[in-house]
């Protein structure tokens, strides 16, 4: 294979290209108005900062959607190798194509994911996101995860920028604890962190083996001789097998955007908190009655939580009691009692505002904290299940921990069409280097048409899952894997050379972002 096909690929009009990228490009200059001038208004409702705050964040908000610029090139590349390769679609088509179906994955994304990954951080920086050490966390975990994953984009390997960020995070997390040795809230939550690892270790197995299996049987079932042919020439796939193909391209593009980009939407809602908490510490776009039925919520679940505090007495500090929770994980009688005076708290709070817009600045951020710290008391528990509440208690407790969510883990659209638009374009970008391997390194012969829908369909439904249950898993590995797993099933042999160098990379990734991520919060801490 040489570097035509990623050239042209399937032959096509430039008339045609060139107004697919002029639609696209006039797309993206709408979106970017629209973040403008939405940033613009919050940023206008706002109280004034120092100019130095607005800097900052800035700075901060361009390195963030640089991150997800460096992903969109970096991981969605693996979506489009299959279309290029077996000549379903010409490669500056594929990348648009590709780019737009990331956009709107972004945008529908639930944000589970973008939440998920954030619990990894310490509970000592979630809550002090506004601080100096909270900007040095920023700054430290994003740099980190952009240089790495430059490196390996440069060499051509398909790492995982899920596992750049979450590496970044652990090494930020544990440079923070030996930074505050005793603090038990400075800890990073390793069972959080665990959690997270088995997702990112088990997609690419699954990915392996899932390929494996169905083209396995794919050639049991259908017998059509072209399907697993190579291509022939220049000549595009028979017609259906060209859909299909085009179909799993899209669906791991529109899946990829789903999960990877609420990576980028977190870091940006931590930046945003952190830096003007008046206009996004609090979800603002809770309404009149919203707000109230919260109130009544928060009252039935203080009355419930009191039937499992077994007598304990009122505890002197609710928070430091939940803290202390959130780290050992072991419930006790005033655990809960220390949960329903900070329920009570938060409901009162709430109760004399007609909407959580109306909170007054200087509580706008103890509020926010205490809900957080509520949330994450209750989804412990539930984990846990320690205490064992009753179906009807669980019940209760779980809508009102959804109603504390809906409060603080909100991502506003703006935000979403900002990572949209930097993953988007990533993708148009540099995705040749990252192509190339999957298409052409991985296996010893040409990507059949067979293989390369099997990887993909794999891959599109174990990333729909994992965005499904708010599992962070990397793209790139999935589907490389599937891409490994469909040559081996075909019996078409792996170049070794590029499987190690994958395994290296893969394995290579955390403790290399790790190392990195540490190093740069400790210099920053320095600095801010």
């Known amino acids: 294979m040489n570097s035509t096909v990623l050239s042209e ?68 590349a693996n979506a489009v ?45 979630v809550l002090n996101a506004g601080s100096s050490v909270g900007f040095a966390m920023v700054f430290a975990l994003l740099l980190a995860a952009i240089v790495w994953n430059l490196g390996t984009w440069y060499l051509g390997l398909p790492s995982s920028s899920s596992h ?155 928070r430091a009691e939940i803290e202390h929770y959130i780290q050992l994980h072991q419930a006790t009688p005033a655990t809960v009692m220390a949960l329903r005076q900070l329920t009570d708290t938060i409901g009162q709070q709430v109760a004399h505002r007609p909407t959580l817009a109306d909170v007054p600045q200087h509580e706008v951020n103890n509020v926010r904290n205490s809900m957080y710290l509520a949330s994450e008391t209750l989804r412990l528990m539930a984990k846990n299940g320690q205490p064992s509440f009753s179906e009807e208690d669980k019940a209760v407790l779980d809508n009102y921990h959804g109603l504390l969510d809906k409060a603080t883990k909100f991502i506003p659209t703006w935000v979403k069409v900002a990572v949209a638009i930097a993953l988007g374009l990533g993708t148009m970008v540099g995705w040749r280097r990252i192509v190339r391997t999957v298409g052409e390194r991985i296996g010893k012969q040409h990507l059949t048409y067979a293989q390369g829908a099997s990887a993909e369909v794999v891959a599109m439904l174990t990333i729909g899952a994992a965005d499904r249950f708010g599992l962070p898993v990397s793209t790139t590995h999935v589907l490389s894997s599937g891409v490994a797993g469909a040559m081996v099933a075909n019996g078409s042999g792996l170049q070794w050379g590029t499987v190690r160098a994958m395994l290296m990379a893969w394995v290579l990734t955390l403790p290399a972002s790790i190392a990195l991520a540490a190093g740069l919060f400790w210099l920053l801490r320095h600095v801010f």
């Open 81 to 125: 190798a299959t279309v290029i390769y077996t000549r379903s679609l010409p490669a500056s088509f594929a990348v648009v194509w590709s780019g737009g179906w990331n956009f709107l994955g972004v945008l529908v994304s639930s944000g589970a994911v973008a939440y998920a990954v954030l619990q990894l951080l310490p509970i000592s920086l």
């Open 9 to 76: 690929g399937l032959p096509g009009s430039p008339r045609s290209r060139l107004a697919s990228l002029a639609v696209f490009g006039g797309l993206m200059l709408a979106a970017l108005f629209y973040v403008g001038s939405q940033l613009g208004h919050d940023l206008n409702d706002a109280p004034a900062s120092p100019a130095f705050e607005y800097v900052l964040l800035g700075v901060a908000l361009l390195i963030a959607l640089g991150f997800e610029f460096v992903n969109g090139f970096h991981d969605t």
């Open 164 to 318: 750049t960020l979450i590496g970044s995070i652990i090494g930020v997390g544990l440079m923070n604890q030996m930074m505050q040795a005793g603090d038990a809230n400075a800890a990073v939550d390793w069972s959080q962190a665990l959690s997270v690892g088995k997702s990112l270790l088990f997609s690419p197995l699954i990915g392996f083996g899932l390929a494996f299996g169905l083209l396995m049987l794919l050639k049991a079932l259908v017998r059509a001789p072209e399907l697993y042919a190579e291509p022939h020439g220049d000549r595009p796939p028979p017609f259906w097998v060209r859909c299909l193909l085009i179909l799993t391209c899209t669906g791991v593009s529109f899946a990829h955007g789903s999960n990877n980009g609420q990576k980028g939407m977190g870091l940006i809602m931590l930046i945003l908190i952190g830096t003007v908490p008046s206009a996004y510490a609090l979800n603002k776009a809770v309404t009149p009655g919203e707000t109230q039925s919260f109130v009544s919520v928060a009252h039935h679940a203080s009355e419930t939580l009191a039937r499992y505090a077994n007598g304990a007495s009122p505890v002197a500090s609710p």
